[in-house]
């Protein structure tokens, strides 16, 4: 275990100036606090936090991180407090080691979600001081590299998997490459110890086979660069297990078809001379078309930066060249904590150190966490920010010539919302250089892509589907919950509206204000959508805001029942539109034509839905079944299906009012016996085409030999359209029948 001087050693190396007091006494504070606590190595508890501050001190980081670094685990694990530490450490290192303390009392459902909300709480606590992130991965670092002592099998294995997941991507995303590389081969050692060893036996073969190979190549390349009167550092060496494995897992390939298991890295000391190394390596051997990437003029968003190119080096054996100058390097080896240049300053007496510069790639991490914390569950914190570590990237452009990273495999919408969140929640298609193509379409490296928009789109829960990116993801599902809000917000109002009517009393916000601690609610507009969702009954708050009164319930009754249509008119029946027998009853006072719900289709500020198996359509005589909970479904009014709904408060007279400068498609479902031979269906295909009609899907059933029976779910206009398909359906020769389905 290291001594307390030698630390102090390591970090006078790169910092003559370092506060020695504030090393030694988080020292011993914290060997102290641990004191006979015990890994499961069977080591001090110390020597953990011991060898998590040397790891700071390889990546030279400041005082305060490396002092971070011995008190990370002492309020989660000891009886020292934050008060304690902000007393003797001062706020800035309490603060810090807060951020890496997990919540250790939550009442949550599941390990997940208690995982998901500590990850939630650091990632925060990251986004204030990057510090956290760098001593959170060398913490991980060093219980990776004592999991073999960990007896449970299963614990071992959700530790492995947990890195593989979150820590190892978050490394990578930071540009800490080697330290990401490290945690993936110790993972990958647990989680898949079969493929690990095979891989590692293979490389093991190959590396004595060829085992001047690389020495051959630094020599031949160092000699070339030297003839140019370049100097530059060759280094060789083999990819590692995981990479290989990643490899083979993604292009579906045995170990034998890899062709760039060897990686040569040039570092030079200027930028000119990487583009003059580069002219030097494919002047000497060819190239390999399409691997080559100038992340030189298009840096990665985790600030790495360099060119990479595989050619077909000596001995036929392909090899990938990683070019770039010594500062580049750095980078790339240290990734964030290259730009953690802290400088001290004088604050009330003591020395505080703080972030100087910030990179992008932890610039990047600041906007992705700010953007995925608002509003989301922790589950779904985990997932998005998963989902935004877990890609490489392609470049697009927007029309203006904007450069966009995207991950790879990207479809528009995610480029749609990295524009801006407005652009993604109205997007309606896409034109990808020039040509108008699917949402679905893959992006590729130097795509133009144009965003075609309409403000009367909303996200979809098929988004979900083709969004890969956290920040999209996130971003629909809270639009898709505001406006699910919103709608039973809406439903909600016209039940308490029908309620207070039926009283004779005016419904306002001013009324239902008084009334909301009693029903917990924030704020009006959350008791309207409690209502609308049936988590709220609306005669509870009737009694409440007026209990002088009892509701009388509505009645549904049929013709038969009614002694006459004048008699019922007099108590204040009405019938439904198309004298179907079927009537509604409203309020004393109201008028048909206040008891009439007006709809536009699918766009009513009401949770609206159409009959399933048929639908309806403008032209239609219709009804609407009011569900809390759910809202209204709408039934052309002969459905069969309105049987099963004898609630007197769920029926709804509504009416038609479509908007005719902006129409609209609405479901229907035709049956068609036709016969079968070849082009039958194109034939009725070219028959909905011509008369506009839209085909949603198609079911086929065989009847006979020598007929099929179809159904075919429409979109159409209104019922005149509809009976225009049928009737030029029925007189199509290989069409027997054609009728509407509903019910």
């Known amino acids: ?11 006078n190396r790169y910092n003559p100036t370092t506060d020695e007091a504030l090393l030694n006494k988080a020292y011993v504070y914290a060997m102290q606090k641990h004191g006979t606590q015990m890994r499961a190595s069977g080591d001090p508890y110390f020597s953990h936090p011991l060898e998590v501050a040397a790891i700071m001190t390889d990546l030279r980081l400041d005082d305060a991180t490396i002092a971070v670094a011995l008190l990370h685990d002492t309020i989660e694990d000891t009886d020292a407090t934050r008060a304690e530490i902000d007393t003797i450490f001062g706020e800035e290192i309490g603060k810090l080691v807060d951020g890496l303390t997990k919540i250790s009392r939550l009442d949550l459902i599941s390990r997940r979600a208690k995982q998901a909300e500590n990850f939630r709480k650091l990632l925060l606590a990251i986004a204030d001081d990057v510090r956290v992130l760098l001593v959170k991965l060398a913490d991980r670092l060093h219980n990776m590299r004592t999991l073999h002592f960990v007896k449970e099998d299963e614990r071992r294995k959700r530790i492995a998997e947990e890195t593989m997941e979150i820590y190892a991507p978050l490394a990578g995303r930071m540009g800490m490459q080697d330290l990401r590389n490290e945690l993936e081969d110790l ?40 003839e140019r009167q370049i100097q ?21 390939i045995g170990f034998e078809q890899l062709s760039d298991i060897y990686g040569f890295r040039v570092v030079v000391d200027d930028l000119e001379t990487c583009y003059a190394v580069l002219g030097v390596v494919h002047t000497a051997w060819p190239s390999v078309p399409g691997r080559f990437k100038d992340y030189i003029s298009t840096p990665k968003q985790n600030d790495y930066r360099s060119i990479h190119t595989t050619v077909v080096g000596p001995s036929r054996q392909r090899v990938e060249l990683q070019i770039r100058t010594r500062e ?56 998005n920010t998963k989902l935004e570590l877990f890609h490489d990237q392609v470049f697009c452009f927007t029309p203006k010539g904007r450069l966009i990273a995207m991950p790879r495999g990207a479809p528009p919408i995610d480029f749609a919302y990295a524009v801006h969140t407005d652009i993604g929640n109205t997007t309606v298609g896409c034109k990808i250089n020039g040509q108008i193509v699917p949402l679905v379409t893959e992006l590729r490296n130097g795509d133009e892509v144009e965003i075609i928009r309409s403000g009367a789109q909303t996200p979809t829960d098929d988004w979900l589907n083709i969004a890969v990116t956290g920040k999209a993801r996130a971003a629909i599902r809270r639009s898709i919950r505001d406006a699910q809000r919103e709608r039973y ?37 959350d008791l309207m959508a409690a209502v609308g969702r049936s988590e709220i009954h609306a005669a509870d708050i009737l009694n409440t805001v007026d209990p002088s009164h009892d509701d009388t319930p509505h009645e549904v009754i049929s013709t038969e029942r009614a002694a006459s249509a004048d008699k019922a008119r007099e108590e204040g029946w009405f019938d439904l539109e198309g004298g179907s027998g079927l009537k509604f009853r409203v309020p004393t006072g109201a008028t048909e034509e206040t008891a009439s719900l007006p709809i536009r289709g699918l766009h009513s500020n009401l949770p609206i839905r159409f009959a399933p198996d048929g639908g309806a359509v403008p032209g239609d005589r219709i009804v609407g079944i009011l569900t809390p909970g759910e809202g209204i479904t709408v039934y052309p009014i002969h459905s069969e299906a309105l049987k099963d709904f004898d609630d007197d408060d769920q ?19 035709v049956s068609v016996a036709a016969i079968n031979e070849p082009g039958t269906l194109a034939e009725i295909a070219r028959i909905i085409s011509q008369n506009d009609g839209n085909i949603d899907n198609i079911k086929m059933m065989s009847r006979a030999a020598d007929f099929h029976e179809m159904t075919i779910d429409l979109e159409v206009w209104d019922l005149k359209h509809l009976n225009r398909i049928i009737n030029q359906l029925r007189g199509a020769s290989v069409v027997s029948s054609a009728q509407r389905l509903n019910h």
């Open 651 to 669: 029926w709804l007279d509504v009416r038609w009012d479509v908007d005719t400068e902006h129409p609209e498609r609405f479901p229907a479902r």
């Open 489 to 525: 917000a809406a439903l909600g109002r016209h039940i308490l509206k029908r309620g207070f009517e039926r009283r004779g009393l005016e419904l306002n916000d001013k009324v239902l204000v008084p009334v909301l601690l009693r029903f917990s609610q924030a704020s009006v507009i």
């Open 187 to 226: 993972a990958f050692r647990t989680v898949n110890p079969e493929a690990y060893q095979t891989i590692t036996a293979r490389l093991d073969a190959l590396r004595e086979k060829n085992s001047a190979l690389i020495g051959d190549i630094e020599r031949d390349l160092t000699e070339r660069l030297a």
């Open 232 to 252: 530059a550092t060759v280094r060789g060496r083999m990819k590692r297990p995981y990479s290989i494995f990643r490899k083979m897992e993604q292009k579906s």
């Open 328 to 383: 580049m390097d750095r980078v790339a080896e240290y990734g964030i904590a290259a730009h953690a240049l802290y400088k001290d300053e004088v604050k009330g007496g003591r020395n505080i150190s703080h972030l100087a510069d910030e990179s992008r790639a932890y610039e990047w991490l600041r906007q992705t966490i700010d953007m995925l914390s608002q509003g989301d569950t922790p589950e779904e914190f985990l997932e």
């Open 1 to 11: 275990m290291m001594r307390q001087y030698e630390l102090v050693e390591r970090v």
